[in-house]
């Protein structure tokens, strides 16, 4: 049996990493609430911001703050691009169209970091000392401070713009009806950008924090996006607080599934909690049943 | 003539037979063959996805697991337990269909996105077990020692043998497949596709024909995964990974959703290709991405659609344009 440190370090790293998985969530929720696409892209900019980072430096040889800015600056750059160039044309066509062309994205994402980075595994450095604080037997990582407290930033950031400001309503009013938005004289288009925009400054930013603890390569986007996407349902899709608060459920599970069962099985944790939520409660633990829209 | 238009499918389904049988003797060496074997396991996972995305407008990201899934069960029973390869063959393809029956019936009550996510779970949990369970499945080094396909004592075991076998099977089940959506099942997967609700009123019970047709194409990529197991003999989890099921949804997306020709074009192209384009091949992955996003902008009916345009503008360019006989060469009487 594990004990009660034991236990606690477990917990520690869940929350660190699900505090990532949540941040990939929100980004899928801003692109959600404006467009109703879930854009299985998302995990790419996750992928980016770690991937940047680490060859601003190596590269650019530039100081960590100005990486980290860079990085996230660039992937928001590349989401912008992403709905100009793809998303725009093909407006208003089925689901599955759309599921079909952020797929493409997303490999043209990933092989494109392939061929540009290559396959190797990096690691980029702390933010702040890498000396663990120890609490109750368990090790705190300094950087694990830093993500938790990102995250909140973040979703503080969001609730913020969306409650306070004239952007955040018009994105929000986008989701409720586009055809009244627009008429109300919103610029849909702008909105849909500039949540694109939102959602991969919110993964990118998701990568970097998250690229010192765990290491990061070009073909991590796929489960973290995964990971996200189940967050996502577990808080109930289109609800910021439930995506992050899903985040961190799924990285605690997942932290002690793999310390109390098994390490391999570790990644299998979040879907089959995806899926058992998919089948019995697909409006997720915090989200109110919906009838469908029509 | 009316009986020859009405059965021109036949005309079709001769012609590709005529050219499965002669293939062999133009190809310059085995290696080819080999190619066309494995364009024909790509042949039937896109035929039976493709009743599933393109005719009934449902996703399935997870193909490559209902695939492996019957690779790995033919491949264990057969080496490991000492089945023989008929029994094997007939238990994987069973499980297959019994799994997809189960995951079908929860998750087709889901619609467009969250479908899409839930075979992609299903496939990646699947991966994973393919990888961890190592005394069952050898783990990510592969699975070795899996016997040659056999039945009643005859063993194929030559790649020319195995060659006619595969497109035999291929042909079986495209004319099996061509006749369903040519059938009052087909027109109700269309009209599920169109719009679920006129579907539901038209008298369509839709959940029954969603588990239907998931069920089939489930056993479409259970039939490629076992002759695939009993063809290379060896098998790795890589092979059914979640690349691969994005690769066979490239296929269809290629071909044309909805066009069982357009599945055939498709798999077919994309087993070539890469071979073709094998100095670059690390640029194969852009090649996928590339193609996916540009189909759906550009040419959302794949190559059938592609084909069929082609084809209409090389007429129109022989036939002078006025509407009378522009309608009368496109529909002779």
Redesign the interface.
Known sequence: MASASQLLQYVISGVTVGSTYGLTALGFTMIFNTTEI?N?AQGEFVMLGGMLAVFAIRWGGVPLPAAVALSVLLATAIGVVIDRL?IR??RG?????L???T??????L???A??LFGKDTYSLQAFSGGAPILIGGAALLPQSLWVVGITLFTLLGMKFFFDRTISGKAMLACSCDRKAASLMGINVEAMVTLSFAFSALVGSLGGVILAPITLTSFDVG??LG?KG??AC?LGGMGNPFGAVAGGVLIGVLESLGAGLL?S??K??VA??I??AL??VR?TGLFGKRMTERV | MSFLQKNAHLGGLLALAVSVLLAPRFLPNEYYLTILIVGGFHVLLTVGLNLL?GFT?Q?S?GHAAFYGLSAYTTGILTATFHWPVPAGFAAAVGLVVVVAWLIGI??LK?????L???T???G??VF??F??ATDLTGGPSGFTGIPKLSAAGLVVSSDRQFYYVVWGVVLLLFALAQNLVRSRVGRALRGIHTSEAAAAVLGVDVAKYKVFVFVLSAFYAAIAGALYAHYVTFISPGTFS?HTS?QL?TMV?LGGMASLWGAVAGALFLTVLPEALRAIE??D??M??????LC??FL?GGLAEGFRKSAEAVRGLFVPKSPSEGGKARSPR
């Open positions: 879930i299985f793809t044309p093909v066509r089925s689901v599955i169209a599921i079909i062309i797929i493409g994205v997303s490999i043209l990933r092989g494109g392939m061929l796929i489960l995964l996407f189940a349902i098994s391999g099985y990644d299998a879907f089959v995806l899926l998919l089948f697909p | 995305m407008g996703i990201l929860p998750t889901l619609k467009g996105h969250y899409a996510m839930g992609l779970g299903f990646v949990i994973i077990v990888n961890e979640f994005v949804v997306v690390s640029y992955i852009l996928y991405g590339g193609i996916l996003v759906m902008i959302p």
